[in-house]
């Protein structure tokens, strides 16, 4: 069994930041992708960023520019740098590991809270 294991959520005022961090444990292969996918209340879950084995990463329109995803292969964390907040990115951010090749899976953390208001 894997846990994701997601901390660094809380509340911040509008053009402030916040770091959440996630770690995998468990019986994890190589070659994983890792991922923050959001959901704000009323809405679908939506790709925030992702950062493949190989250090390749993609960022949804929305937070180009603002954020930042890092990961550690080794120690199965990622990490998600969110600068410049505005009230839009208020959601609930989960964690998500994947992989494709041979055992394949999907995991998913329990979710962290991230609010922006003043």
């Known amino acids: 069994q894997v846990q994701l294991v997601e901390s660094g959520g809380g509340l911040v005022q509008p053009g402030g930041s916040l770091r959440l961090s996630c770690v995998a444990a468990?019986?994890?292969?190589?070659?994983?992708?890792m991922a923050w996918y959001r959901q704000a209340p009323g809405k679908q879950r939506e790709l925030v960023a992702s950062?493949?084995?190989?250090?390749?990463?993609n960022y949804a329109d929305s937070v180009k520019g603002r954020f930042t995803i890092s990961g550690d292969n080794v120690v199965n964390t990622v990490h998600l740098q969110m600068n410049s907040l505005k009230p839009e990115d208020t959601a609930v951010y989960y964690c998500?590991?994947?992989?494709?090749?041979?055992?394949?899976?999907?995991?998913w953390g329990q979710g962290t809270q991230v609010t922006v208001s003043s």
């Open positions: 998500y590991l994947a992989r494709s090749s041979i055992p394949p899976y999907t995991y």
């Open positions: 468990g019986r994890i292969f190589s070659s994983n992708t």
């Open positions: 950062i493949s084995s190989g250090g390749s990463t």
